[in-house]
């Protein structure tokens, strides 16, 4: 069964702190992808990745980075957390694929963080 | 990437048929029409793709006119556990630099 894994479900900072979101997929998959979601607001991109090393601002990148060291993993960064940045955070991926193959996206089961 | 429009929210009873209908005027010829659900909590799941006439699966069909311009996500007879978000997506077949991308969907909720 494919998966995608994010370290954490729930997590509870303190504002200021530097905080890690772990995501791990053992796909092979080439694209990984963080989001947002917010209540009303659906999910919103914040960064994503195409191949190890390389990344690429989303919608939302302001207050966050990512790093991928790994194909396998793609980390989500919030140098100094703060309060607007409790959310419900996804982390996807995707095949980069052919042309038959299907362009499915894989999510974790969310991260939801409470910054105090 | 062709917008999506579809309905914010819907009340359903179980035992009936839910249709949600999502507009995507500007679809591209190697578009293909992708629908997800999520359950409070989760993330989001492929249910359904299709990219014309009629795709059906053990969860859901898909109806998709000949213009492509429209699409209609159909959830035979629901029940509580479909209470969820649906969301309608295009998206090049083929992957590459595709970013999936989700509007705020349509929330379904079912009543006993």
């Known amino acids: 069964d494919v998966k995608v894994t994010q370290s954490s479900r729930y997590l509870v900072k303190r504002t200021g702190e530097k905080v890690f979101l772990e995501c791990v997929q053992d796909?092979?998959?080439?694209?990984m992808f963080w989001y947002r979601q917010d209540p009303g607001l659906g999910l919103r991109l914040i960064y994503f990745?195409?191949?190890?090393?390389?990344?690429e601002k989303g919608d939302i990148p302001e207050g966050y980075s990512v790093s991928r060291e790994k194909k396998e993993r793609f980390s989500l960064i919030l140098e100094s957390a703060s309060t607007n940045q409790t959310s419900m955070y996804l982390c996807?991926?995707?095949?980069?694929?052919?042309?038959?193959?299907?362009?499915?996206?894989?999510f974790g089961q969310g991260t939801r963080l409470t910054v105090v | 990437l062709a917008k999506t429009t579809q309905p914010i929210s819907m009340d359903s009873y179980e035992g009936q048929e839910v249709n949600i209908t999502c507009s995507h005027n500007?679809?591209?010829?190697?578009?293909?029409i992708t629908w997800y659900q999520q359950f409070p909590s989760q993330g989001p799941r492929f249910i359904i793709q299709?990219?014309?006439t009629k795709v059906t699966n053990e969860v859901a069909s898909l109806f998709i006119p000949a213009d492509r311009k429209s699409s209609t996500l159909s959830l035979p007879r629901v029940s509580l556990s479909d209470t969820a978000v649906y969301y309608c997506?295009?998206?090049?077949?083929?992957?590459?630099?595709?970013?999936?991308?989700f509007g705020r969907g349509t929330s379904l909720i079912v009543h006993p």
């Open positions: 996807a991926s995707t095949d980069e694929g052919g042309v038959f193959r299907n362009t499915e996206a894989f």
């Open positions: 796909m092979d998959h080439e694209n």
């Open positions: 990745s195409y191949d190890v090393k390389m990344k």
């Open positions: 500007n679809i591209a010829t190697n578009d293909y």
């Open positions: 299709g990219y014309k």
């Open positions: 997506l295009v998206a090049p077949r083929g992957g590459g630099s595709y970013i999936p991308t």
